[in-house]
Every structure is written in structure tokens, then in C-alpha cells.
């Protein structure tokens, strides 16, 4: 029986259906048929980050231990920072600076994801959208390894579990959403304006800088201008680590309004941002 | 310069490959002209465009059991039409209906990666070629048997030669039945045993595929094994049809091109 021009094969997608609410679906379901390409793609990288190493998983572990002693280092050896709302200085960092690597690696590795694949991507064609999933999915599995340190360090310093951290899967999901809007964007980009990749430690530093990191919130309000403010309240991340040093350090309940609001515009941004990734994919192997 | 949008409009019949009007361009990276925005601006501002076509105006229908080998010189656009037909690269203009299941052997692997082991590579291929793990374990062991690479298959990719690598690579492209087999030189890789293992597996190919395409550069084996051959020069079909007379006519071009190095001008081309 005939099919359709440029396609193909029943069981696979016709690239150059026009309707989009057909092409999602399309390709909805071809993501569904290449989920263990995902689950490889997350695997191999994680064996990769090791298998060199004779320490093998030990450094999903180590390098945030390693990190808090830097902190700790350059606050304790040359005494910089006090407490922060009676929390010591380290701590304060460290519940920040996890998730922030844990983000800035995700968007790094999306930057430079189409030229690691570029073999796959310029031989097969495949949903190119399961390689930003695999990336996701194994960056997440080391901030996730990394929070037994944190854990381990919260307990060292007193501070038990309590009933607000039930509301840290909440805020998980929340920057999850946020990481997931911006690797698509970033991953096309990086193949289409190259500059991208000289462009993007200039803006991950300005945007460590505008997030309450090594600083609050409160801190922001109290010396910025009502326009830096407003800045400052817009950038997703200022909320979300507001809302972990909350629940985690402060024995309080994050704003539930704003979280949610913020869940449903990156809900929408997420759904655009991969859009845009699907419509550009095609064209990605012509750069290569 | 528009371009002109593929059509939906459905082709009859049930070849695995009908091209019509098939149609690529791509940036011009002759003479030095790696993109830049300065470039982009002039090029604007003069109402000009850095593009060329790699392909123009190729036609072509595949039916059911053909081999067609394509031949040319490096350039030629063997391995754009290869791209396209395997959907890696979709055209500018044109139309291609494509019946069945593609495979596509176009370099030595799919980007193995080298710190992982050949079982490792073995997966993460099939993966990319969207199989799931029960299929990949239906596979592996014929793909262990085709490439007899043994215990090595337990080692870092690294250490393989590059005949090991083209073994393992060829047994993965090759474990799957697809209705259609698309292949670049690949199988003038390994050694002579190899080599003719390769032969026997595509003459296997060709009793089962709807259809398989290989670009090469060996007459012999494009005269060996095709149906019908295709002669690209230029990014446009210079010859389309039987084996012999193709073969023939390309390399009375090539003599005559050794000769006058400006023969090949007065061939029709796109660029």
C-alpha cells in the first residue's frame, strides 16, 4: 500500500507533516518508542563520568565534600562570612551551591551535547530531544547522590528533618521544569550561533552572581533599588533556592502560591521550549 | 534565495524509493568562506547567498529487490543522497517516498564511545537505531558471531584496531533485517576474510531487503553487485541504469578528466 510522501515507515514519524498538533503527537510517539535510548544514553554517560577513574563512584560523593571543604576553607582560613539568620556560613552555601552546579552543568552539557553526538546525529535519525532527556536524567542522578552529603552535613550541624522537608520534591520538580525550559533552547542554539558557547560562562557567572547563592534574599532587599528588586524577585532561581534554604535550614514552609504559580508558567515555558527544539532538530545534521 | 517546501502530495505505487525532483543545498565553504556575521552582512546587503546546490533535479525510482550502487567522484553528492534517503537530511525541494524500514551503515559506528566496552557500544547503536533491550538481547549474540571479535567485546572500544572497529561496526548495522539497507564504502573495511564475509551477508541482504543502496568506489564490486548503477557528478545524475554501461561511461569520464582537467566543466552539474 502507498504511503505518504517522505515517509517512511509505519512505525515511524513523517518528518514533514505540516499540521504541528500532528507533528507533537508524532513525535510524542517516537519518543515513547526511543525511551531506552534515553536510559542507555543517561547509563553510558554515567559510566563515562567514572570508568576512568580506580575511585569509580566514590566522586558522585566525594566532589560535593570536596566543594563544602573549599567553602569552609576560604570562610573559616580566611574569615570571610558570618552567619547567615544563624545559620553557619558553609551550610548556607552549600544548600545553595548544590543545586546551582547541579543546573549549570545541565546547561553546559546541553551546550556542547550536538557536537558529543554529532556521530549518532549525522548517521541515524532519532529524537534528538532523548539526548537533552539523558542529560537531564544523569546530571539529576549526581545532584541526587549529592544530597546524602548534604543530608549527612545537615545532621552533623543539628538539623533534623522536619516536616517542611516533605515539600522539597515540590521544589525539586519546580527547578527541574526551569532546567528543562532552558536545554532545549541552549542545545539548538549551540548549533546554529556557535558564539553561544563563548557567550555562555559570562552569562551562567552574571546569573551566579544575580541569584541568592552566596547571599538572600533578604540581603537584596535591603540594598537594591526597587528595579534591581524587581529583577532579582523575577529570576526563577532566586525562589527556588529561597524555598530549599526554607524548608532546609529555616524550619519554614515555602510560599505554596508562588511556587505554584511558578510551576504552571514553567509548565508552559517547558512545553515552548521544547517545541522550538522539535521544529529546529531536522536541520541540526545539515550542520554537522 | 526561497526555497521551495516539500509537498505532501502522495506518490502511487509501492516502491521502497521514489525521488522526484529531489532538491539540497548547502553553505558554500569553498575558497575560504567559513560563516561569519560580517560575511552574513555583506552577503545581505549584496542580495547574494553563500548556498549551492549539492543536489538538483534527481529522479529515481527503487523497486523491490534492486541494488543500486552509486558512483562518483568525492563531492559528488553520494553521501548527501545517502543522508537523505536514510532521513538524516531532508531536502530543500522534492519529494521522496520511502516504503519500509531504513537502516543506515554510513561511517564505521555510530560514534562509539571509547571508554566503553564493545557489549556497552553494542547497546547504546541499537539504542540509537530505536531498539528496546529484549531486541538488542534477540541480536547480540549473532552480532557477537558475525564479528568474532570474542573477548574482545568485553574491552574498552579505545584499544580496538581499526578493523576491529569496522567488524563490530558492520555486524551492528547489519544484526537488524531492514526493508531498506542504505551503505557508504563501508565494506572495503577489514581485512580480505572479512571482506568476504561482508559480500556473503549483503548477497543475503539481497534476498531478503526490498531494496539496498551502497555508494562506492569499487567498480568491481558496484558491477558485482548492483542492479542498476548511478553515475553523480556535480550533484546531478549523470547516468542512471545499467551496471556495465555505467561503470563504462564513468571511467572513460575519469580517463578523459586525467587528460583535460577542465573536461569536467562541460559535464551538467549544479555548482
Known amino acids: 500500500m502507498p504511503r505518504d510522501i517522505l515517509d517512511i515507515s ?116 532519532f529524537p534528538i530531544l532523548t539526548l537533552i ?56 542554539f549551540s548549533v546554529f550561533v556557535p558564539d553561544i558557547s563563548k557567550f555562555l560562562p559570562f552569562i551562567l557567572r552574571l546569573w551566579f552572581y544575580g541569584s541568592p547563592i552566596l547571599w538572600d534574599m533578604d540581603m537584596a532587599k535591603s540594598h537594591l533599588s526597587p528595579a534591581l528588586k524587581t529583577l532579582f524577585i ?12 526554607d524548608i532546609l535550614l529555616y524550619n519554614k514552609s515555602p510560599d505554596i502560591h508562588s511556587l505554584l504559580c511558578w510551576l504552571l508558567v514553567l509548565i508552559f515555558l517547558a512545553a515552548l521550549s521544547m517545541i522550538f527544539f522539535i521544529n529546529k532538530e531536522k536541520s541540526f545534521a545539515r550542520f554537522l | 534565495m526561497s526555497s521551495t517546501l516539500p509537498t505532501n502530495k502522495a506518490i502511487p505505487g509501492d516502491d521502497p524509493i521514489v525521488v522526484n525532483q529531489l532538491g539540497i543545498r548547502f553553505r558554500d565553504y569553498g575558497a575560504g568562506k567559513r560563516p561569519s556575521l560580517l560575511r552574513k ?39 548527501t543522497l545517502l543522508k537523505v534517503l536514510a532521513q538524516i537530511i531532508f531536502p530543500d525541494c522534492g519529494m521522496i517516498s520511502i516504503n519500509g524500514d531504513v537502516s543506515a551503515f554510513l561511517s564505521m559506528g555510530l560514534g562509539f564511545q571509547g571508554e566503553l566496552s564493545g557489549y556497552d557500544n553494542i547497546n547504546l547503536s541499537l539504542s540509537f537505531m530505536g531498539f528496546h533491550r529484549d531486541q538488542i538481547e534477540e541480536v547480540v549474540p549473532d552480532i557477537e558471531e558475525f564479528s568474532r571479535l570474542g573477548k574482545y567485546l568485553y574491552a574498552p572500544v579505545k584499544v580496538y584496531s581499526a578493523g576491529m572497529k569496522a567488524r563490530l561496526a558492520f555486524s551492528i548495522a547489519t544484526s537488524v533485517n531492514p526493508d531498506i539497507l542504505i551503505m557508504d564504502e563501508v565494506i572495503n573495511a577489514g581485512d580480505e576474510e572479512f571482506r568476504q564475509r561482508c559480500a556473503t551477508r549483503i548477497s543475503e541482504f539481497m534476498d531478503t531487503a526490498r531494496a539496498i543502496v551502497i555508494a562506492t568506489h569499487n567498480m568491481q564490486q558496484a558491477l558485482n553487485l548492483a542492479s542498476k548503477i548511478m553515475w553523480i557528478e556535480k550533484g546531478k545524475i549523470q547516468f542512471l541504469g545499467d551496471p556495465a554501461e555505467g561503470v563504462k561511461l564513468y571511467e572513460d569520464f575519469i580517463s578523459k578528466i586525467r587528460n583535460d582537467p577542465f573536461y569536467d566543466i562541460k559535464l551538467k552539474g549544479t555548482q
Not at chain 1, 109 to 123: E, M
Not at chain 1, 239 to 245: D, K, L, N, V
Open chain 1, 10 to 125: 509505519s512505525n515511524k514519524s513523517n518528518p514533514y507533516q505540516r499540521d504541528l498538533f500532528s507533528q507533537l503527537k508524532s513525535y510524542l510517539r517516537e519518543l515513547y518508542r526511543y525511551r531506552w535510548l534515553t536510559i542507555t544514553v543517561a547509563y553510558s554517560e554515567l559510566q563515562n563520568s567514572v570508568i576512568r577513574y580506580p575511585m569509580r563512584y566514590l566522586w558522585w560523593f566525594l566532589e560535593p565534600l570536596l566543594l563544602l571543604l573549599c567553602y569552609v576553607f576560604l570562610i573559616k582560613v580566611l574569615g570571610r562570612g558570618g552567619p547567615r539568620n544563624g545559620v553557619p556560613f558553609p551550610l548556607f552555601i552549600f544548600v545553595g551551591i548544590l543545586p546551582w552546579f547541579w543546573t549549570i552543568k545541565c546547561i553546559s552539557g546541553a551546550s556542547t551535547l550536538v557536537s558529543k553526538y554529532s556521530g549518532p546525529i549525522s548517521q541515524i535519525r
Open chain 1, 133 to 188: 532527556f539523558a542529560l537531564f536524567i544523569y546530571q539529576t542522578l549526581l545532584f541526587l547522590a549529592s544530597l546524602v552529603v548534604l543530608v549527612s552535613v545537615l545532621l552533623a550541624f543539628s538539623y533534623w528533618p522536619n516536616v517542611n522537608w516533605l515539600y522539597w520534591p515540590l521544589i525539586f520538580f519546580v527547578h527541574s521544569l526551569l532546567i528543562l525550559t532552558i536545554l532545549p533552547p541552549v542545545t539548538a
Open chain 1, 234 to 245: 523575577c529570576n526563577p532561581i532566586s525562589f527556588i533556592f529561597t524555598s530549599y534554604r
Open chain 2, 41 to 79: 552582512f555583506i552577503s545581505t546587503i549584496r542580495g547574494r547567498t553563500d548556498l549551492f546546490w549539492a543536489l538538483k533535479d534527481v529522479n529515481f525510482v527503487l523497486k523491490k529487490g534492486d541494488v543500486l550502487c552509486i558512483i562518483g567522484r568525492n563531492g559528488a553528492g553520494k553521501t
